[in-house]
């Protein structure tokens, strides 16, 4: 049986009405892209009204009764079920946004995007004075401002909690029991691997990580990287970019996807796997199905499959033994023979070294979901009311303490590092811990699948493990929530096993374990 041409009809009318929400929403992304990357200084005030109006008018067209009409039609029409599974999860997808933005005033989603400009600014003033008393009052009001906006939102979603609310938002349909539940699992299994390596006689060599590169040459490194995982940046027919800011980013849809990184000259590496990173979030969003586009299945999954993406190349690809086989001579000959001297594996270990450290963005990959874990924990306990925004700094310092053993000395290295908070960006913290769950479980498959892909890599070829990954996960853009995609992909639930025996397996060699 086909839909009637009536029903058809009407479902058309709300895919027009969504094309034109994309398309307004992609132009306020190159506005905030530029704001990062070209803005001069002084155009902060103009480009905060700009942001404030777009939003203002991004959330009358998600609210405009006309959708809410249509998809009633839609949904009530004696046809309905003659849809596809694409135009239903569709119609799903938009009832979802619609439901959602018109349960919040308008009011309170234009005062949150002017005071999210507001404390970010702050924020990098704040941190640059190392002074947690400057950002306080901004981010009390923000955070008041995103948690009136979580209990509306828990009521729409009929999530357990406010801060459920919040992370359904990234990751439909995770819950923050489920993340406590795998996250404590994650951060036992971590505590005995890092303790493994810390104790082991093996000492990598770092100090080859500081040589000083000129920018220039990284610059035509993170081309030559760009190039090897088929992200174009170069040709006629380009659909990326490089550029730079302070924190690397990615942004942009399908034609137009840009990325963002940093270079230092005096840590070359930094750069490297930053383009790594967003090459892997880029892929994602140039390799949705095209006939897709402007629809919402035609968008990722979730933030975290978005980061098992990102996590995929940087670190199961980027950081292997069998991915520098064949990219270090290339790395010799762009800098110069500057790490002629160093051995492969050296350099593996180096560019591996397991170290506890104070910023996220930095740490290695035994460490780093114990970042994510924290700002997780203050998040829930923030949420129900158990710590207050001032207590921020106190609780940070302490679990730092108990989790890595570090001593935060200052709260721009300790509360204040990240951006996500001055943004507003409660709920966010966990997609990257669960990326990396992700990133595990679809390798166990992939072996599978490719049992040789090491060999390939170590050959230089990325192009199999690429089409794998468009395959098995970009293809599906967003026709499932994240817990029936992995399901469907791996055959199994979210598990930490397999994310727990690939870092096992690996740092067991490294460290002569
Ligand atoms: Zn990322």
């Known amino acids: 049986m086909t839909a009637s041409s009536e029903l058809l009809s009407k479902y058309q009318q709300l895919m027009e009405k969504f094309k034109n929400i994309v398309i307004f929403q992609s132009a306020v992304s190159v506005l905030h892209w530029d704001m990062e990357t070209k803005m001069p ?18 959330h009358k067209m998600m609210t405009d009764p006309e959708i809410g009409k249509l998809i009633d039609e839609i949904m009530k029409h004696p046809e309905y ?17 619609y439901d959602e933005q018109t349960a919040l005033p308008e009011k309170l989603v234009v005062e949150t995007a002017r005071q999210r400009t507001i404390t970010t600014d702050v924020w990098k003033k704040a941190k640059a004075a190392k002074n947690f008393s400057m950002f306080k009052p901004e981010l009390e009001k923000l955070f008041e401002l995103r948690k009136e906006a979580a209990e509306i939102l828990m009521d729409v979603k009929k999530t357990p909690t406010p801060y459920d609310a919040l992370i359904d938002i990234f990751e439909p349909k995770m819950t923050s029991e489920m993340i406590t539940r795998i996250f404590n699992k994650l951060r036992d299994g971590l505590t005995s691997l890092i303790e493994k390596c810390l104790s082991s006689p093996i000492k990598p060599d ?22 090897f995982i088929g992200y174009d940046v170069e040709s006629k027919e380009a659909g990326g970019r490089i550029d730079e800011t302070e924190h690397p980013f990615t ?18 590496s930094s750069a490297v796997f930053s383009v790594l990173h967003e090459g892997g979030h880029a892929l994602y969003e140039q390799n949705l199905p095209a006939e897709w586009i402007y629809q919402p299945v035609g968008t990722a999954c979730s933030s975290g ?38 051995d492969l594996d050296t350099f593996v270990r180096g560019v591996n070294e397991v170290k506890p450290s104070k910023i996220r963005v930095e740490a290695d990959e035994v460490t780093y979901c114990l970042h994510i874990i924290i700002r997780f924990e203050i998040e829930r306990d923030l949420f129900a009311g158990k710590i207050a925004v001032e207590e921020l700094p106190q609780v940070w310092n302490e679990k730092y303490e108990k989790y890595l053993g570090v001593k935060i000395e200052n709260d721009s290295e300790g ?21 990396n769950i992700y990133s595990g479980q679809l390798l166990a498959k992939m072996q599978k699948d490719i049992p040789d892909w090491k060999t390939q890599l170590a050959e230089g070829n990325f192009k199999q493990i690429k089409q794998w990954l468009i395959k098995n996960v970009h293809s599906y853009g967003n026709l499932y929530d994240p817990a029936d995609l992995i399901r469907i992909i791996t055959g199994e639930e979210i598990d930490v096993e397999h994310y727990f025996r690939y870092l096992n397996e690996k740092y067991a060699r490294l460290y002569g374990f």
């Open 305 to 342: 499959f978005h980061e098992s993406q990102s996590r995929f190349v940087e670190n199961v690809v980027g950081r292997s033994r069998e991915f520098w086989t064949y990219f270090l001579p290339k790395l010799n000959a762009l800098t110069g023979n500057a790490f002629a001297d160093i």
């Open 415 to 435: 509360v204040m590092q990240d951006t996500h908070w001055a943004s507003g960006l409660f709920g966010y913290f966990p997609s990257y811990a669960l990326g």
């Open 206 to 227: 770092t100090s080859f990580l500081k040589r000083r590169i000129p920018i220039d040459t990284q610059r035509k490194i993170a081309v030559e990287l760009a190039r």
């Open 41 to 58: 200084p002084k155009g902060i005030v103009l480009r905060s009204q700009q942001m404030a109006l777009l939003s203002q008018i991004g």
């Open 251 to 268: 942004t942009g849809y399908y034609h137009d996807v840009r990325i963002t990184t940093h270079y230092y000259e005096d840590n070359w």
């Open 81 to 97: 079920e003659s849809l596809n599974q694409i135009q239903k999860r569709n119609v799903y997808l938009i009832k979802k946004e």
